[in-house]
């Protein structure tokens, strides 16, 4: 999920089991669109940028497809670009991904993914990583090693290791053992120890983490079994997911060491509030639960 400067929420949603549908909710109103794509976010102008195998910006009430053609030898062969965001100043931060079969023998790195940063139809190399969100100048993301070489961003390994990265406009920064999954114009950026879609795959459970600086990390739920940090706002709060001793999933705000969970912050019967996903102009979280057992989205003021 997130959300635009003017307060409009967009999500993904699972349709069947497989279908993506993104969705748009906008002044009271929601749309879905007929495609199957996923929401990357809203750049500072309110335009919604998505993914349907290629970039896609919704403005004026039309799809247009990004044109990332300057980029498209990075790496060679790659499946295709997917857009992390925009930058203050209108550049598109993106992950050219690697191509859909690679040599698992190659300890070459050349199918890694590559971070490129568009601006006027020029294409920028930013180094090897996968790039997941912007906010100001700053981009967050991570890259991922195996045998200390880049590895594709189609493989998930066992031996795999992930070293959290920030770019401020184009200055590469590690930030330390991680997966930045969220930052803000400060410079600040969210996570986990590993990225939440790779732990599964081989029984490591990810832990949220927030970096303040370079090798400055911090645990943010360190006594529970399993978290991920998603959204970071102006004012260094984090917003994510927990497991709870009973398994369940509770969605947490944490600022300055304090951590609180949703469900235990704000009297609303009949909700379950399950994952902090973002936050809203106004300083609402905005997320996913249960409302008497249906799923549903929500907005939470006040906290």
């Not at 069947?16 to 199957?36: E, K, N, Q, S």
């Not at 971070?115 to 990583?129: E, I, K, M």
């Not at 770019?167 to 590993?194: F, K, M, T």
Request: aromatic letters at 8%; a neutral charge; charged letters at 20%.
């Amino acid at each position: 999920m997130t959300v635009a400067p003017d307060g409009s929420i967009a999500a993904t949603l699972t349709v069947d089991g497989y279908l993506r549908r993104p969705v748009l909710w906008h002044g009271g109103h929601r749309r879905v669109f007929a495609i199957d794509a996923t929401i990357d976010g809203f750049d500072p102008s309110g335009a919604l940028l998505m993914d349907a195998s290629r970039p896609l910006r919704f403005e004026r009430g039309r799809l247009v497809t990004i044109d990332l053609s300057a980029c498209e030898n990075f790496p060679q062969s790659s499946i295709g670009p997917s857009a992390a965001g925009t930058l203050a100043d209108g550049t598109l931060i993106a992950t050219m991904q690697s191509p859909p079969i690679v040599n698992l023998d190659d300890t070459s790195g050349q199918t890694a993914p590559v971070v490129l940063h568009l601006r006027d139809r020029r294409c920028l190399n930013l180094g090897n990583g996968i790039a997941t969100a912007t906010a100001g100048m700053y981009a967050a993301g991570y890259t991922a090693y195996i045998a200390n070489v880049p590895a594709p961003s189609n493989v998930a390994s066992g031996r795999e290791r992930f070293v959290a990265m920030r770019w401020n406009d184009r200055a590469r920064q590690s930030l330390g053992a991680g997966a930045a999954l969220a930052i803000n114009a400060n410079g600040e950026a969210a996570g986990a120890d590993v990225p939440p879609e790779h732990g599964g795959t081989f029984g490591a459970a990810p832990h949220a983490r927030y970096w303040s600086a370079p090798a400055a990390a911090t645990e943010i739920a360190p006594r529970r079994s399993a978290s991920a940090a998603y959204a970071i706002d102006a004012r260094g709060r984090v917003t994510g997911v927990l497991m709870d001793a009973q398994g369940r999933h509770r969605a947490f705000l944490w600022q300055n060491g304090r951590l609180r969970l949703l469900d235990d912050a704000v009297a609303a019967p009949g909700w379950r509030f399950e994952c902090g996903y973002a936050f809203a102009p106004n300083g609402a979280v905005v997320g996913i639960g249960t409302f008497d057992g249906r799923p549903e989205a929500f907005e939470v003021e006040g906290l």
